[in-house]
T-cell receptor, first 112, second 114 residues
């Protein structure tokens, strides 16, 4: 029940295309859903996050869509760029805990 | 931009040896964390630390592990007697706030146990 399932494991997108990464969770007590971006040799960095009181959050080219009833959330990267090539992790946590539960990661490659 | 600094970047050790991984969190942060990532697998929570105490720990964080903030700047993770399965990338993170919001991660320390 503590798991966050992420797909796909890897994704290849052409420059200018839309990258979509999906996550699903089981624990309805989760109330914070961040996405982290990790470049090789670096630690994960917070990209964008959402709480379940909204269905969508957009920051620049990055959008989180959240479906509370389906217990799913996804990251959309519009106009994908080669510089977006990285590993993306979804995560979830409950309000009264310090623990982030991470998904298994998606390696995104954007080709020019 | 402030960053979390971790040393060493890579450590190779023999099974059974003690290892200390060091972290310098962002200076005004009060909440500190260790996570680990076994090669090719997901990032896993180990422990959180606040006010010189462990606030939460995972089932992975057994008696072989300990954390300490020995002075005002460093935050360390000690593994007393390393096992092969401890081989992983260990990430330190810090936050100005409680809860799992807005963590800043370091670049990680790769531990290889032979």
């Amino acid at each position: 029940q503590q798991q966050v399932k992420q797909s796909p494991q890897s994704l290849i997108v052409q420059k200018g295309g839309i990258s979509i990464i999906n996550c699903a969770y089981e624990n309805t007590a989760f109330d914070y859903f961040p996405w982290y971006q990790q470049f090789p040799g670096k630690g994960p960095a917070l990209l964008i996050a959402i709480r379940p009181d909204v269905s969508e959050k957009k920051e620049g080219r990055f959008t989180i869509s959240f479906n509370k009833s389906a217990k799913q959330f996804s990251l959309h990267i519009m106009d994908s760029q080669p510089g977006d090539s990285a590993t993306y992790f979804c995560a979830a946590s409950r309000g009264n805990t310090d623990k982030l539960i991470f998904g298994t990661g998606t390696r995104l490659q954007v080709f020019p | 931009e402030p960053e979390v600094t971790q040393t060493p970047s890579h450590q190779v050790t023999q099974m059974g040896q003690e290892v200390i991984l060091r972290c310098v969190p962002i200076s005004n942060h009060l909440y500190f964390y260790w996570y680990r990532q076994i090669l090719g697998q997901k990032v896993e929570f180990l422990v959180s630390f606040y006010n010189n105490e462990i606030s939460e720990k995972s089932e992975i964080f057994d008696d072989q592990f300990s954390v300490e903030r020995p002075d005002g700047s460093n935050f360390t993770l000690k593994i007393r007697s390393t096992k092969l399965e401890d081989s992983a990338m260990y990430f330190c993170a810090s936050s100005a706030y409680s809860g799992a919001n807005v963590l800043t991660f370091g670049a990680g320390s790769r531990l290889t146990v032979l």
